[in-house]
């Protein structure tokens, strides 16, 4: 089993920019795919990102292109999420996902069967 532990998360000024960063631990060479994932209050759960972890393909929901960037280091175990020119609306908790397999074009949460506790980010405007 994979453990996954978020951090980075914090306040924010629109416009601004921050790193969060998912340490990975446990039987990573199981888990194909990594992504980040989102949930604002009242809303459900939404896939922000996905990396395959083979090859470092990347896919985006439309709402980040271009301001968000999915990286990874596998020499210390660790998943980025770059966040720039922030929105109000990107106001949620941030979570990191692993995944056996993964769909390439789209990014599904139910592939994701391991997850992180989550990290904060609030953007004000």
């Known amino acids: 089993q994979v453990q996954l532990v978020e951090s980075g998360g914090g306040s924010v000024q629109a416009g601004g920019s921050l790193r969060l960063s998912c340490a990975v631990s446990?039987?990573?060479?199981?888990?194909?795919?990594m992504g980040w994932f989102r949930q604002a209050p009242g809303k459900e759960r939404e896939g922000v990102a996905r990396?395959?972890?083979?090859?470092?393909?990347?896919a985006y929901a439309d709402s980040v292109k271009g301001r968000f960037t999915i990286s990874q280091d596998n020499a210390k175990n660790t998943l980025y999420l770059q966040m720039n020119s922030l929105k109000p609306e990107d106001t949620a908790m941030y979570y990191c996902?692993?995944?056996?397999?993964?769909?390439?074009?789209?990014?599904?949460?139910?592939?994701?069967?391991?997850w992180g506790q989550g990290t904060q980010v609030t953007v004000s405007s």
């Open positions: 990396i395959v972890t083979r090859d470092g393909r990347t």
């Open positions: 996902a692993a995944a056996r397999f993964c769909t390439l074009s789209v990014i599904v949460q139910g592939e994701y069967g391991d």
């Open positions: 446990g039987y990573r060479s199981s888990s194909s795919c």
